[in-house]
């Protein structure tokens, strides 16, 4: 008696773990792509989404500012050509953001450079990524941390780096 209750309950537990998986291949498939630096305007809605945030636009002449205020506390500005293309993308707050996520394409050259920062110097120091068609400044402490990248390139017309903030 006791071993066919164990049976049951094996097969029992293989079929719940098989319509777990499936569940969370489903919602895996329609959790919408994130995108960020270099993207299109679009991908601001996802940012929000993922970061449970409420979003606030500014527009400007040359560009618009879509800012997103996480669940945490961290503000994360995407600023968004009048072409569509979210040319620079700034942070501030208790908590770094998902770099992954806001800094998209760009986000395996920033790694790579943050290591070779790293590496080459001793103890805690702001990053700065200076590359041709890459920059990051970023920075902070426990609590308090804020930066911004950017693609010099994409920079609207009249518009400097010191705007991105």
Same mark, same amino acid.
């Given at each position: 008696?006791?071993?066919?209750?164990?049976?049951?309950y094996v097969s029992?537990? *293989?079929?719940?773990?098989?319509?777990?998986? $499936?569940?969370?291949?489903?919602?895996?498939?329609?959790?919408?792509?994130?995108?960020?630096?270099?993207?299109?305007?679009?991908?601001?809605?996802?940012?929000?989404?993922?970061?449970?945030?409420?979003?606030?636009?500014?527009?400007?002449e040359a560009y618009?500012?879509? /800012?997103? *205020?996480?669940?945490?506390?961290?503000?994360?500005? /995407?600023?968004?050509?009048?072409?569509? *293309?979210?040319?620079?993308?700034?942070?501030?707050?208790?908590? !770094? !953001?998902?770099?992954?996520?806001?800094?998209?394409?760009?986000? =395996?050259?920033?790694? *790579?450079?943050?290591?070779?920062?790293?590496?080459?110097?001793?103890? %805690?120091?702001? $990053? $700065?990524?200076?590359?041709?068609?890459?920059?990051v400044q970023s920075?902070?402490?426990?609590?308090?941390?804020?930066? %911004?990248?950017?693609? !010099? /390139?994409? $920079? !609207?017309?009249?518009?400097?780096? =010191? /705007?991105? %903030?």
């Amino acid at each position: 008696m006791t071993l066919r209750i164990f049976r049951r309950y094996v097969s029992f537990a *293989k079929s719940s773990l098989w319509a777990g998986l $499936l569940s969370a291949t489903m919602l895996v498939m329609t959790l919408p792509a994130f995108a960020g630096l270099g993207e299109a305007a679009s991908s601001v809605q996802a940012d929000q989404a993922h970061m449970q945030g409420s979003l606030r636009t500014t527009q400007t002449e040359a560009y618009t500012v879509q /800012e997103i *205020k996480a669940a945490t506390g961290t503000v994360v500005r /995407e600023y968004v050509s009048t072409s569509g *293309k979210v040319f620079a993308v700034a942070w501030q707050g208790p908590w !770094p !953001p998902d770099m992954r996520q806001i800094l998209a394409g760009y986000f =395996e050259q920033y790694q *790579k450079a943050a290591q070779t920062q790293a590496n080459s110097r001793a103890g %805690r120091r702001p $990053l $700065l990524i200076e590359q041709p068609g890459f920059v990051v400044q970023s920075g902070g402490h426990m609590r308090s941390f804020a930066g %911004r990248a950017y693609i !010099p /390139e994409m $920079l !609207p017309q009249g518009v400097s780096a =010191e /705007e991105i %903030r």
